[in-house]
């Protein structure tokens, strides 16, 4: 069992930016895989940014890139999404979710752990 608890949302103006956290517990966090998703009201989740367990391998939504940065510090079993340059469309509930194996993927249906969400609202 792993269990994920995501941290760090909130409100903020556009160009803002927030960090957000994912706190895991509960198994060894190596070789296990994270990513990032998104919900914004009245649309399906989305894929947001993935790393592998090693770090080596991250991968971003076209929409995020160059704006949202992912990594991860196995010490602490806690994955992180720097968020900066946000826009009011960046307004979403982000859900961070663990994958037992090492690679990363955009796949949500490949993920076998999530958290319960955090609120991220930009303003305009």
């Known amino acids: 069992q792993v269990q994920l608890v995501e941290s760090g949302g909130g409100l903020v103006q556009a160009g803002g930016s927030l960090r957000l956290s994912c706190a895991a517990s509960?198994?060894?966090?190596?070789?296990?895989?994270m990513g990032w998703f998104r919900q914004a009201p009245g649309k399906e989740r989305e894929f947001v940014a993935t790393?592998?367990?090693?770090?080596?391998?991250?991968d971003y939504a076209d929409s995020v890139k160059g704006r949202f940065t992912i990594s991860r510090d196995l010490a602490k079993n806690t994955v992180y999404l720097q968020m900066n340059s946000l826009k009011p469309e960046d307004t979403a509930v982000y859900y961070c979710?663990?994958?037992?194996?090492?690679?990363?993927?955009?796949?949500?249906?490949?993920?076998?752990?999530w958290g319960q969400g955090t609120q991220v609202t930009v303003s305009s």
């Open positions: 979710a663990a994958r037992l194996v090492p690679s990363s993927s955009r796949w949500s249906h490949e993920y076998h752990y």
């Open positions: 509960g198994r060894t966090f190596s070789s296990v895989a």
């Open positions: 790393i592998s367990w090693s770090g080596g391998r991250i």
